[in-house]
Each structure stands twice: as C-alpha cells, then as structure tokens.
C-alpha cells in the first residue's frame, strides 16, 4: 500500500513564526503536492514538484515556498505564519499515472 | 478552464437507503475523473477513477460512478447506505496541464438512523 505520511497532525504556531511542513512517501512517486483544505472552498493547490529540486506554483502559492531535497520529502514552509494560513494541510503524492495519494493531513492553528 | 461543480453542500440521507452524490466538470477532452472520501479528521481516500473504457466504475466500500459525456457528469451511487458512510465526498478531475487534481468543494453525506 502507497503511505504519505505528515509530519504532524496538528500544530499551534504564532503569528510571525517561521513554519515547516514535512511529507515523506515511501512509493518513489514523482510527483508530488501541497493543498490547504476550507470549509466550504474544498481544496486549493499551493504548490507541487514533479522531480527533486523541481517545483512550480499552483493556485494559491502566496505566503508559502516548497523544498524537495530528496524524492521522497517535500517540505511546506510559511515564512512568517498569518492567521490567515490556519487551515488543514494535504500533502499528496502521484506515480506517472492521474490518481494522487493523499497522507492524513496536519491542521495548522496560528494564533 | 477546467472546473469541478457539485452541486450539493449536504445531503442526508437514510440508512439503508440508496445514495446519488452528483458531480459535473467542465472539459475539453475525455477526462480522467476520480472521488474520493474523507472521514472527519482524516486525509482522502481514493474510492474510485475512471479513466476509459466503461462508462460505469465500481470503487471500494460498494460504492460505483457512471461517467455520462452527454451530461458532463460523473455521479457516484451506493444502493444501500451504512452509518459509517457519514464522510465528506469530492468529486476530481485533472486540471488543464495534467500536472494536478482541481477538486469540487465536496458534499458532505449524513445518515439518519
């Protein structure tokens, strides 16, 4: 079975702080992504990387950078945390084919 | 550009009762079209795709779709629905790149007793 696993399942962080997301897939995926989930908006891709090093925004990448050092990592971070960023977080990844694997999520709460 | 509509926030339904969760996408070519579902609290699980071929997939857990190009549409059913059904459900198709998923805003299913 694909596993994406997050690094946390939820996070408290202040407003201003400096904030990593961290997701690991043990299936040697390509491809892999970062989406906030909202009520009532459904999900939004932030960004997603087909390759180490590689990456290219998706819809709503304001406020946030990727890193992907290793195929198997790929790193969310929020350079200076806004209340406005207090959502869930997805981290999916995707073999050649369409279907993406999604891992449990971490709810980031900034206060 | 390509979207993914479904039209019901939420839906209630009996248990034991049959379901239909509607989703209709906007697409230039044959779509690759998936749903999937979300227990509170959770990550997504693929319940299932399709991708050609028949028009009528069956998923896990009982669940199927029937993609209708006439109609744009790809609803997914359930002939009987079980308490533990009660999840949030969306509706994906890839976007106009192929490079990721755009999501309907999902509807969420409730089953009365």
């Known amino acids: 079975d694909v596993k994406v696993t997050q690094s946390s399942r939820y996070l408290v962080k202040r407003t201003g702080e400096k904030v990593f997301l961290e997701c690991v897939q043990d299936m040697d995926h390509e491809n892999m992504f970062w989406y906030r989930q909202d009520p009532g908006l459904g999900l939004r891709l932030i960004y997603f990387?087909?390759?180490?090093?590689?990456?290219e925004k998706g819809d709503i990448p304001e406020g946030y950078s990727v890193s992907r050092e290793k195929k198997e990592r790929f790193s969310l971070i929020l350079e200076s945390a806004s209340t406005n960023q207090t959502s869930m977080y997805l981290c999916?990844?995707?073999?050649?084919?369409?279907?993406?694997?999604f891992g449990p999520g971490t709810r980031l709460t900034v206060t | 550009a390509q979207s993914v509509t479904q039209p019901d926030i939420h839906i209630t339904v009996s248990e034991g009762a049959s379901l239909e969760l509607r989703c209709n996408y906007s697409?230039?070519?044959?779509?690759?079209l998936f749903w999937y579902v979300q227990s509170p609290g959770q990550g997504l699980q693929l319940l299932l795709k399709y991708f050609s071929g028949d028009t009528l997939v069956q998923g896990i857990k009982g669940f199927e779709a029937e993609f209708k190009r006439s109609q744009s549409s790809f609803n997914l059913r359930k002939p009987s629905v079980h308490w533990s059904d009660a999840a949030e459900y969306f509706c994906?198709?890839?976007?106009?790149?192929?490079?990721?998923?755009?999501f309907g805003k999902g509807t969420t299913l409730s089953v009365s007793s």
């Open positions: 994906a198709a890839p976007n106009q790149a192929g490079t990721a998923l755009i």
């Open positions: 999916a990844s995707r073999p050649g084919g369409a279907e993406q694997y």
């Open positions: 697409y230039g070519a044959t779509p690759y």
């Open positions: 990387s087909y390759d180490v090093k590689m990456k």
